[in-house]
């Protein structure tokens, strides 16, 4: 499934080349930021937390020239999640699975399962701080890029006549998303809590009235 998006920031789309080590570093932050607190991770944490000298992590990231631990995170979760939904949706395709966004949507909570760290930290910054004038315009590029790929699952639905035709799918799409991440923002992206299984089930449950409400009528 590719998903083609010229005209959104080219660092969420193509993969950022990234040393072993500071796959490591980010690796660890993430785990370190799922168990104390994003906003408490500070770099002399996470140098004690991998047994690493806080020069060490400096030099790879926030260096002169070098991008902050932050913003690299930020990129590294989102090409990961990126990458795995696009595997699994592929594998759904070539397997005869696909359910169209009842797949995506399982896909999705899956990779939360999958790699917590990565889920939590998704969530936090792309919704808990979008108030972050920071990091306001990173988080506006990758809302898009969300709701183009859920039209695009809707568009491919479509074409395999799991769906009828689809009125406003702009819009459709836009409320598609927003229900999928506003029920994980409400389970925690906790997998142990029972929340989360609530979370998947009244998304999948909502998302199919969603989808009704916008079929075309018929002539």
Same mark, same amino acid.
């Given at each position: 499934?590719?998903?083609?998006?010229?005209?959104?920031?080219?660092?969420?789309?193509?993969?950022?080349?990234?040393?072993?080590?500071?796959?490591?570093?980010?690796?660890?932050?993430?785990?370190?930021? @799922?168990? !104390?607190?994003?906003? &408490?991770?500070?770099?002399?944490?996470?140098?004690? /937390?991998?047994?690493?000298?806080?020069? %060490?992590?400096?030099?790879?990231?926030?260096?002169?020239?070098?991008?902050?631990?932050?913003?690299?995170?930020?990129?590294?979760?989102?090409? @990961?999640? !990126?990458?795995?939904? &696009?595997?699994?949706?592929?594998?759904?395709?070539? /397997?005869?699975?696909?359910?169209?966004? %009842?797949?995506?949507?399982?896909?999705?909570?899956?990779?939360?399962?999958?790699?917590?760290?990565?889920?939590?930290?998704?969530?936090?910054?792309?919704?808990?701080?979008?108030?972050?004038?920071?990091?306001?315009?990173?988080?506006?590029?990758?809302?898009?890029?969300m709701r183009s790929r859920i039209e695009q699952v809707l568009v491919l639905g479509m074409g395999k006549g799991l769906y009828p035709p689809?009125?406003?799918?702009?819009?459709?799409?836009?409320?598609?998303?927003?229900?999928?991440?506003?029920?994980?923002?409400?389970?925690?992206?906790?997998?142990?809590?029972?929340?989360?299984?609530?979370?998947?089930?009244?998304?999948?449950?909502?998302?199919?009235?969603?989808?009704?409400?916008?079929?075309?009528?018929?002539?």
């Amino acid at each position: 499934m590719v998903i083609e998006v010229p005209h959104y920031k080219r660092e969420f789309v193509e993969q950022v080349v990234l040393s072993e080590r500071q796959i490591a570093i980010i690796e660890a932050y993430l785990k370190l930021s @799922e168990k !104390i607190g994003v906003a &408490n991770v500070t770099l002399q944490k996470l140098a004690e /937390e991998m047994g690493a000298s806080l020069g %060490s992590i400096h030099y790879h990231f926030g260096a002169k020239g070098r991008p902050s631990l932050l913003d690299s995170a930020i990129k590294h979760v989102s090409q @990961e999640s !990126i990458k795995y939904i &696009n595997y699994h949706m592929d594998r759904a395709l070539a /397997e005869n699975r696909f359910q169209g966004v %009842s797949t995506y949507i399982t896909i999705l909570y899956d990779f939360c399962r999958t790699f917590p760290h990565h889920g939590k930290f998704w969530l936090y910054f792309y919704y808990l701080a979008i108030f972050d004038n920071r990091h306001r315009e990173d988080n506006q590029s990758y809302l898009p890029l969300m709701r183009s790929r859920i039209e695009q699952v809707l568009v491919l639905g479509m074409g395999k006549g799991l769906y009828p035709p689809l009125k406003n799918m702009s819009d459709l799409s836009e409320k598609i998303h927003f229900q999928i991440v506003g029920a994980l923002v409400i389970s925690g992206g906790d997998e142990s809590d029972q929340r989360f299984i609530r979370a998947q089930e009244r998304a999948l449950e909502t998302c199919r009235v969603l989808i009704k409400d916008h079929e075309e009528a018929e002539q």
